[in-house]
């Protein structure tokens, strides 16, 4: 391999939605040639991307990883369709876009297991399908996290304009948040959103915090949980502030760039000033993974599916986020 390229794998993403039209246009960014690029997936779900996207593509197509020589070009199709032709129907949840999906990704995480790929960037997948096509999981990060023998803490940031966010907790009922906003679970999205930041080139990240009280003060949590975080998260080196108002955090952070990145207490205090600010823009980042995993925020988006009218900015964010940390991560090793 070229000392100043990684190994990046492209999942086409459900093949029902909007994931293999971005990919196609994805592959047409000047960008991707700063990577040594395989595409995993089925070719006739490439093909139907191309077709809606009206590109074409010079790969070479292989059916194992090992025939593959960077040198030789740096654009390769991995297909793994095993004589299968499925059409698939644009649209549609299916149990058979869940199994493709799950193939794909499934091979791609053993290729980053090996040290093969040195990231991974996906075309939106739909949850419902995967879950009709065998996957166990609440959702593909703890399907990633498990196939990657992740012990430590993982958590999903979602990103927009390179302004991060992480979370303390996730899809739980509002009325057990407080119980889990302590201390010791404050500090461990705070250490790892520094952490991948600077991963993606920022040196020393401002990092916010989050209040859980309206004002940050019509409650107990922030003296006796919250600030004691940011104080403990100072003396390890981390640019940590807060604790902010939910109902200002966005604007003091974001708007204003006083912050590179926030930390919130609870999944729609930090949504809801994300998507008012950025919802076609934003990409997710793979929090905590050995390896640098990213995918544009949105859905797969039946309702413009086959129509060639999907924003690509997203897909191509999420590319570029993965390709930096990928970048930053090998240069770091070597």
Known sequence: MPQNKINMALLLGDPSGI??????????????NKANIVVIG???????????SGNKHDFKFVEDFNQIKFQNGNKYFLDISKGKNHDYKLSECSKESGE????ALNLALELAKENKVHA???????????????NKYSDELHLMAEKLNVKNFFCEFNVIDNFWTARVTSHIPIKEVA??????????????INEAMKLNGIESPR??????????????????EIIPAIEE???????????????????????NKNHDCIVGMYHDALQ??????????????????????????????????????ANLEPTLNSFKIALTMAENKLNEQN
């Open 19 to 32: 994931g293999p039209e971005l990919i196609s246009k994805l592959l047409t960014e000047e960008i991707t």
């Open 42 to 52: 089925e070719k006739n779900i490439l093909e139907q991307g191309n077709k809606i």
């Open 100 to 103: 493709s999906v799950l193939s």
């Open 120 to 134: 991974i960037n996906f075309g939106p997948f739909n949850k419902t399908s995967m879950k009709l096509g065998g």
């Open 179 to 192: 119980d889990h906003v302590k201390k010791e679970k404050i500090m461990k999205p705070i250490k790892l």
């Open 207 to 224: 990092v916010a915090v989050q209040a859980l009280n309206p004002h940050a003060e019509f409650g107990t949590e922030e003296k006796d």
């Open 233 to 255: 998260a100072k003396k390890l080196g981390i640019n940590a502030d807060g604790p902010l108002p939910c109902d200002t955090s966005f604007i003091t952070a974001y708007k």
């Open 272 to 309: 809801s000033g994300l998507k008012a600010f950025g919802f076609d823009r934003g990409v997710t980042v793979q929090g905590g993974l050995p390896v640098p995993i990213t995918t544009p925020a949105h859905g797969t988006a039946f309702d413009i599916a086959g129509k060639n009218k």
